[in-house]
């Protein structure tokens, strides 16, 4: 009996020890981020019979899924869905709403990424200028590397705004240059492109790519989707590549330089991302040391499709079948290369996408056109003041008023906002505006004013901020789809995470774009990034 009365205690304390061990999971020795451009939540339940077992199914069958993630914002943009996963915060504090937005005080026009005070590497002479110069909220890789500067930090995208954006202001940034096919940087991050990098482009892949053909993966039936226009399902198919040479006219315009264009509007793309990003992986020797390092991969190809063909079309599916292969081979070959618990993986998406729009269609919706939209206005403003143009630009759904000249005229700044605000009511499609004066002297808790609020910088924001109404999208050429609303159709994103000590899980509770960061932070065991908001995801940590 005294042997059972101390045996039974002394099991409980060493069950309680061996399960408190086996929890215990020390700093990765890589994180990474692989970021898929307008993926709606949606996708990965409606397509998730066609996927195979090892792209996203492994990460809905083996990872933390967080079926309820969104961006608690309105301007549902590239720039601001990367700006808002880097630094753990919406718009309105890290400053990104847009790629480009107006100087008040000199009516310049600015560019979120360029910078003219930098070059290209191997590119043409005034190409690819880009650095992170006007990034204002330190990312999370930033935090990395401040923390320990043997950390690399590195961002590989088809699009540079993706990848300047993801690489902060201390990391790395690699993205395509359309004219050539090849990797390009800017001289803010190195002196000359690595030599591996040279070495890769030599292989010229993308011109391999530019004669093959997008064929379709199943039969007609087989897809979730009906609309087509043109993946071709007779039994010669003729190809997407003529397609683009005979609509658009992008072709191989010389021996040596090659058009990429088409490429980033097919599943090719795709494939280019993930090759380059192994490559990355391999040759920067990331994860290799006890210095914990950040990679995050973009696909731009996705945003590019959906929004030419549309997210109820074929070719957006299809597209998604092809990409959950190359998903499957990343993921694959990134475990392959290390002990299980040194990678965490998060896969996600900077926006979702509005429905395909339909002329004839009777499901209420509609295209506003932005060019009409300030041309009206500015008559408006002429008639209720003084003739004149008093439209400085529009950019993601706001109006930059020419305040120079209601200065110059004396007129009060906040009543010309108002009604400029008030007329824009009038217009097809609107379905609330908002000043920046209003977004500045009152707090939104709730309901479409809490959501542009969020998306709001003083210092770059517009005079009067638009709301259109559900359905609606800014009238684009060759664009049937577009993000950048506050709808669920646009802020339900994926969010998942897999890899060092993240349980199997689905998560059902409401969560934002903003608390990837911080969570992040935590696994790495680094500080937070300056900026956050966002809340750690205890479902992962603990």
């Known amino acids: ?19 408190a061990a086996a929890q215990s999971v020390g700093k990765p020795k890589l994180v990474i981020n692989i970021v898929i451009s307008q993926m709606r939540y949606e996708y990965l339940e409606r397509f998730r019979d066609n996927f195979s077992e090892n792209g996203f199914r492994t990460y809905l069958d083996s990872g933390v899924n967080f079926t309820n993630a969104r961006c608690n914002y309105m301007q549902t943009n590239t720039v601001a869905g990367l700006a808002t996963l880097s630094t753990g915060t919406n718009p ?14 000199t009516n310049d026009s600015i560019n979120l990424i360029a910078d003219d005070k930098v070059k290209g590497l191997d590119c043409e002479e005034g190409e690819n200028r880009f650095s992170p110069l006007n990034l204002t909220a330190a990312t999370l890789g930033d935090r990395l590397h401040e923390s320990d500067p043997k950390s690399k930090v590195v961002a590989v995208a088809e699009d540079p705004y993706s990848a300047v954006i993801s690489g902060g202001s201390t990391g790395s940034a690699f ?34 790519l530019l004669d093959r053909e997008w064929v379709p993966d199943k039969s007609f039936a087989a897809y979730k989707n009906t609309d087509t226009t043109v993946l071709n399902f007779s039994a010669r198919p003729s190809g997407f590549k003529n397609f683009f040479r005979s609509i658009l006219k992008i072709f191989k315009k010389e021996p040596e330089k090659y058009d990429l264009a088409s490429l980033l509007y097919t599943p090719f793309g795709n494939m280019l991302v993930t090759d380059f990003a192994r490559e990355a992986i391999i040759l920067e020797e990331l994860g290799k040391d006890d210095h914990t390092d950040l990679l995050t991969v973009c696909y731009d190809s996705p945003r590019l499709i959906c929004e030419y063909f549309g997210p109820q079309s074929i070719e957006v599916e299809d597209m998604y079948y092809k990409l959950d292969r190359e998903i499957g081979e990343l993921t694959g070959f990134v475990q392959a290369q290390f002990k299980p618990g040194e990678v965490v993986l998060v896969l996600t998406s900077d926006h979702g996408s509005s429905n395909t729009y339909r002329e004839q269609s009777r499901i209420p919706g509609g295209q506003f056109n932005v060019d009409q ?103 684009r050429e060759h664009a049937v789809s577009l993000s ?57 940590v603990k």
């Not at 808790?445 to 800014?474: C, H």
């Not at 506050?486 to 059902?508: C, M, N, Q, R, W």
């Not at 969570?519 to 680094?526: D, F, H, K, S």
Request: a neutral charge; one cysteine or more; glycine letters at 10%.
């Open 373 to 475: 939209f300030k041309l009206i206005m500015n008559g408006f403003l002429s008639a209720q003041y003084e003739p004149g143009n008093w439209i400085l630009g529009y950019s993601s759904r706001q109006l930059y008023l020419n305040r120079e000249m209601i200065y110059k005229y004396g007129f009060n700044l906040a009543e010309v906002q108002a009604r400029a605000a008030a007329f824009a009511l009038q217009f097809r499609g609107v379905s609330g505006a908002l000043t920046s004066t209003d977004l500045q002297s009152g707090a939104f808790g709730r309901g479409y004013g809490e959501k542009i609020q969020n998306s709001f910088y003083p210092k770059r924001s517009g005079d009067v901020v638009i709301n259109l109404m559900p359905g609606w999208i800014e009238q």
């Open 175 to 208: 993205w395509l240059d359309p004219g050539k096919g090849q990797w390009v940087s800017s001289s803010y991050y190195f002196e000359n492109l690595p030599f591996w990098v040279k070495k890769y482009n030599e292989k010229r892949f993308a011109s391999s």
């Open 92 to 105: 309105a504090g890290h400053g990104v709403a847009s790629e480009s937005w107006y100087n008040y005080t």
């Open 484 to 540: 950048g609303s506050l709808y669920e159709y646009d802020t339900h994103i994926p969010l998942l995470f897999l890899g060092s000590g993240v349980p199997a899980a689905a998560v059902e509770r409401d969560v934002e774009l903003s608390d990837v960061a911080p969570t992040l932070a935590r696994i790495m065991q680094i500080p937070l990034p300056d900026a956050v908001t966002g809340k750690v995801l205890e479902e992962v």
């Open 1 to 19: 009996m005294k042997l059972n009365r101390f045996f039974i205690p002394a099991c409980l304390i060493l069950l309680v020890h061996t399960g």
